[in-house]
C-alpha cells in the first residue's frame, strides 16, 4: 500500500472549515483514499472514501488532485466534538487479505 | 453506536489471570477483527475471522487466544499477559473480510495488565 504523509497536529476555530491534508505521491491507480477518526477512548470511525472524484457525505468533503498525488479532507462546520486524531490511508478497495494499516495520523484540537 | 459492542470497557488483570474480551457486532457482517493500540502507537491488527474461520493471524503470541463461536461474536481469551500487554483492545466488524471502505469499531477494552 501506498505511504501516506500527514502533518503531526492542527487547531481550527469552532464554527469554521477544518482542512486536513494528506500526501500520498506513491499512490496506484487500483488505490482510494480512506479519511477514518478517533475519538479519545473509542474505536476509529470510518468518514469518507474516494478515488478520482471528489466526494461528500454528511460527515465531510473528500477533495483529490488531479494527479491523485494528494488529498484534502473538509468538515465543513468543525465542532468541539470532531476533536480527533484523523487518519488518511491508502489502499485497494475490497483487497481480501490486506491490511488496513492505520499510521500516526493528524491530531486536530477543535477550539471554542 | 456503531452496531459493535465490546465488553468489558475496562479491565485490570494480574500477570497470572485468565481473562476473556468479548465483541458482538449486530451488523450482519461476515468478518470481525481485533486490533490493539497502545499508548502513542498506531493500532496494529492481531486478529481476522471471516465466517468465523480465521483468515489472519498477525504473528500474535500465544498467550492471546482468539474465538469466533458464530458470525456476531467475537473472544480474545488472554492468559499470561506481561505488563506490555497493556492497551486497547478494538473488536471491528465489516461486511465482507476486505471491505475497508466501511469498518465499524466497538469502542474498546481498555486492559491493564499488573
Known amino acids: 500500500d501506498a505511504k501516506t504523509t500527514q502533518p503531526t497536529s492542527m487547531d481550527c476555530a469552532e464554527g469554521r472549515a477544518a482542512n486536513l491534508p494528506c500526501n500520498h505521491s506513491?499512490?496506484?491507480?487500483?488505490?482510494?483514499v480512506y479519511w477514518y477518526r478517533q475519538i479519545h477512548s473509542q474505536g476509529p470511525q470510518y468518514i469518507i472514501h474516494?478515488?478520482?472524484n471528489n466526494e461528500t457525505n454528511e460527515m465531510a468533503s473528500l477533495i483529490i488532485t488531479e494527479d491523485r498525488k494528494s488529498s484534502t479532507l473538509i468538515l465543513p462546520h468543525a465542532t468541539l466534538r470532531d476533536t480527533a486524531v484523523y487518519y488518511c490511508?491508502?489502499?485497494?478497495?475490497?483487497?481480501?487479505?490486506?491490511?488496513?494499516?492505520f499510521g500516526g495520523g493528524t491530531r486536530v484540537l477543535v477550539k471554542p | 453506536e456503531t452496531g459493535v459492542t465490546q465488553t468489558p470497557r475496562h479491565l485490570v488483570m494480574g500477570m497470572t489471570n485468565k481473562k476473556s474480551l468479548k465483541c458482538e457486532q449486530h451488523l450482519g457482517h461476515n468478518a470481525m477483527y481485533w486490533y490493539k493500540q497502545s499508548a502513542k502507537k498506531p493500532l496494529e491488527l492481531m486478529f481476522v475471522?471471516?465466517?468465523?474461520?480465521?483468515?489472519e493471524n498477525n504473528s500474535v503470541p500465544s498467550r492471546f487466544s482468539p474465538e469466533c463461536p458464530n458470525s456476531s461474536h467475537l473472544f480474545l481469551h488472554l492468559h499470561t499477559l506481561q505488563p506490555e500487554d497493556s492497551a486497547l483492545y478494538l473488536c471491528?466488524?465489516?461486511?465482507?473480510?476486505?471491505?475497508?471502505?466501511?469498518?465499524?469499531f466497538g469502542s474498546g477494552t481498555q486492559l491493564s495488565v499488573l
Open positions: 506513491t499512490i496506484s491507480g487500483n488505490e482510494y
Open positions: 474516494g478515488l478520482k
Open positions: 471491528a466488524s465489516s461486511q465482507v473480510w476486505g471491505a475497508w471502505e466501511k469498518l465499524f
Open positions: 475471522y471471516s465466517l468465523e474461520e480465521r483468515v
Open positions: 490511508i491508502v489502499r485497494v478497495a475490497g483487497a481480501a487479505g490486506n491490511k488496513l494499516t
